[in-house]
């Protein structure tokens, strides 16, 4: 026995010696992958560090913003009005009665307007996130306008001295403009949108930039940079997105005007969710020049972006303001239509479709009740409203407009994220995307069975399908057939406007969005067609509604989530309506928006 091991260590060296001549290859190779491997981990950690560094770099300079307009003089805390005597309690009103008193009321000024809603933002601020930061040339427009006031007391311009909110896809000179991502921190544009130059024109002072969701191509508002935003009706759940920085501040009164962008819902869904009113404009009635676009080169379905606010009298202010000769000049594309009061005044009986359900995922009991209200609303009015059923929604979401929004198999929307932080919310879909073709067809099959939904696996696959041009023109035509096909289906029922669901749902829970991605069917389709779309609050969610979830489908995945997070938790919480038009009857739009509003039991 000794013997044998003293002759195994005796040869040990030369049994070394053999092993190593067979395997030196491989010893070479293994140690040359694994310092590969470690230059990548430690290049890998190095960047995520340079990142964090960066978004928190990011952070601090938000910070010092505020605390700068904390330091304003006129910034003391109290009510500040320009005389005392005057007694004015500027953040109750209005915007059509604040926009008079700043225009004619020399006791209110535009500089204390402006400190009142830069205070009421940093609180709102405080509790729910929704502003990205202040604009600090605010204060410095505000004195310009007093200035202009002064010299001239005839000076009134349409928007004079309003403070307004701008989602942070918007251009604006001199600030990062990110959609969430780090990669664009630290590159700030070089100059303002067309729509900010026209509101700086118009008299209205940008004052603070809010919150969007990373990519901004999920309905939550939620990134890595800015944090998370949440619903000022119910913290723990979503104010909606994309534009749901703007849905918080002006349902929480720290903004009576914003801005929003819109591809899939982004402008409605937060309206909707936060109890506020908004508009998507056909796309090119207002300039969407100079926003943050991540897919520019996709002009089939387009981002259009629109106003959001308070009430419907807001919107139309808006909307007169913007639709201007500056407007038309700055952006030639814009068709030269000012805003026709005509249209938006008349009296004449409408002809109004209604639909509860678009043919996916089934309203709940708020949502069906919210149409069923305004459609009463209308009738009392005066108009007829006749049924309405949406054709062939299952197919053209997954084969019309899934397809034409990742048209490019997610390329560029991958470009934009490379390297970054990914949001929770999204994780899963950027993850999804990142691996091979195969895997993801094989992704499509497996998550269609586990959702019981084929609307899943046609949606996926349709993100991860390469197209050439014969197959962009094929879409292309599809679209126009689509179009042509719902139009003839309008003008049979000589319809003038059309009312269904706000959204499929009210807000979900926080960072559960993706679970229930499919509710957008029902404002994508107005994206996809390219139709006006408004959203007005109706009503709130009662105990009624949520004992009605008992009989809420839970067939498929989606349905079983829609059932646990809106049967219990959710009375209170806003539901609207959408109002639709042909493409540029923004005005019979917001008539019929107006109308609705004016009887809802919303406000009561
Ligand atoms: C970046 C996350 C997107 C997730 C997409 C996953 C696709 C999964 C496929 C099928 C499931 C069906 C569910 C439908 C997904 C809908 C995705 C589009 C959502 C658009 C939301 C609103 C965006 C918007 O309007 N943005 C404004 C931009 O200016």
Known sequence: MIQSIWEYF???????????ECYCNQIVCCCI??????????????????????????????????????????????????????????????????????????????????TEYQQKAHEVNGKFNC?????????????????????????????????????????????????????????????????????????????????????MLIYDCSNPIYGKTLNPHNDKRTPGGSSGGEGCIIAAKGSLLGFGSDIGGSIRIPCHMCGVCGLKPTYRRLSAKGTFDLMS??????????????????????????????MFDLDPTVPPIPFR?????????????????DGYLKPVPACKR????????????????????????????????????????????????????????????????SLPKCVQWLMSWVMSSVYNDNVIGKGIRSTSQSRNVYDWWKLAERLEEYKKKFLSLWRSLELDALICPGFAFPAVPNGEVFN?????????????????AGTVPVTKVTREDEAGMKDYPSRTRYERFIRKY????????????????LPYQEELVLRVMKMVENDAPFRR
């Open 297 to 326: 080169g996709q002009t089939l379905i387009n981002a259009a972006i629109g106003p959001m606010a308070q009430d419907v009298t807001s919107l139309v202010i808006a909307m007169k303001a913007l639709l201007c000769d500056d």
């Open 10 to 20: 005796h040869h040990l060296p030369n049994v070394l010696a053999i092993w190593i």
């Open 341 to 357: 009061t005509e249209i938006y005044e008349k009296t004449n009986e409408l002809k109004i479709g209604y639909y509860v359900f």
């Open 370 to 433: 919210a149409v069923m209200d305004a459609k009463d609303i209308l009738e009392r009015e005066g108009h007829k409203l006749i049924p309405f059923e949406v054709p062939d929604l299952k197919e053209i979401f997954t084969e019309i407009y899934l397809p034409v929004i990742f048209g490019d198999n997610t390329q560029m929307l991958l470009e934009h994220l490379k390297n970054d932080v990914i949001d929770p919310g999204i994780s899963l879909a950027v993850t999804n995307w």
């Open 33 to 114: 992958c694994m310092l590969i491997a470690l230059y990548y981990i430690q290049r890998c950690r190095i960047e995520r560090a340079e990142l964090k560094e960066k978004i928190n770099m990011k952070k601090d300079e938000c910070r010092e913003s505020w605390k700068k307009i904390a330091k304003h003089p006129s910034a003391s805390g109290h009510r500040v009005t320009t005389r005392q005597s005057h007694k004015i309690e500027i953040l109750d009103l209005p915007l059509e009665m604040l926009l008079k008193k700043l225009q004619s009321d020399e006791n209110v000024c535009a500089v204390d307007v402006l």
């Open 516 to 532: 229930v991605l499919g509710g957008v069917t029902y404002t994508a389709l107005y994206n996809l067609l390219d139709y006006p």
């Open 131 to 215: 502003v990205v930061e202040p604009i600090k040339e605010a204060e410095y427009l505000a004195k310009n306008c007093d200035e202009m006031r002064k010299k001239n007391k005839q000076h009134k311009r349409p928007l004079h001295g309003l403070p307004v909110s701008l989602k942070e896809c918007y251009f604006l000179k001199g600030y990062d403009c990110t959609a969430g991502m780090s990669n664009y921190i630290g590159k700030p544009c070089e100059e303002d949108a067309v729509i900010v130059q026209v509101l700086i024109k118009q008299g209205a002072i940008p004052f603070v930039r809010t919150n969007i969701p990373q990519t």
């Open 566 to 581: 809106f049967s219990e938790g959710t009375v209170g919480l806003p539901v609207g309506i959408q109002c639709v038009g």
